[in-house]
């Protein structure tokens, strides 16, 4: 969720114009692009902080990158497919390690491959 706040917050800045002379109520058109680009810097510091503290702080210092990346609501677009290369990596990353061995590598926690949410246990299989 906080991945995805992030990119949700960046999509609203690059569509603000838009979305202003349509009457669409964004958070970029009721905060303002600077607001919400302050509000998508807090996002990514939650979500870095998320993924080395869970998944793996590789992934976690890979997802902080994307702080230092340069961001304006004039170039949005650029900024949205730029950040979404650097978490695509950290996901990549995290992704590798899972395979190799078995579970995530967070500061804190440990997720194994084999985990079942509590509510999908007793579900019905897929057939292949």
């Known amino acids: 969720a906080l991945f995805s706040g992030v990119f949700q917050t960046i999509q609203v800045i690059r569509d603000h114009d838009h979305d202003a002379a349509h009457g669409v109520r964004t ?7 600077s607001k919400t680009l302050w509000l ?6 939650a979500s870095a ?21 340069p961001a304006s609501s004039d170039s949005a677009a650029r900024y949205w497919h730029r950040v979404k290369l650097v978490y ?12 190799l061995h078995g579970e995530t590598g967070g500061a804190l926690w440990s997720v194994k491959a084999s985990a079942v949410l509590p509510f999908l246990q007793g579900a019905p299989s897929v057939p292949r």
């Open 27 to 33: 958070t970029a058109v009721h905060l303002g692009t």
């Open 88 to 99: 695509g990596l950290s996901w990549l990353m995290t992704c590798a390690v899972v395979f």
């Open 49 to 69: 902080a998320y993924a080395a503290l869970v998944l793996h702080p590789l992934a976690g210092a890979l997802a902080a990158i994307a702080l230092l990346l």
């Open 40 to 45: 998508t810097r807090i996002l990514m510091v």
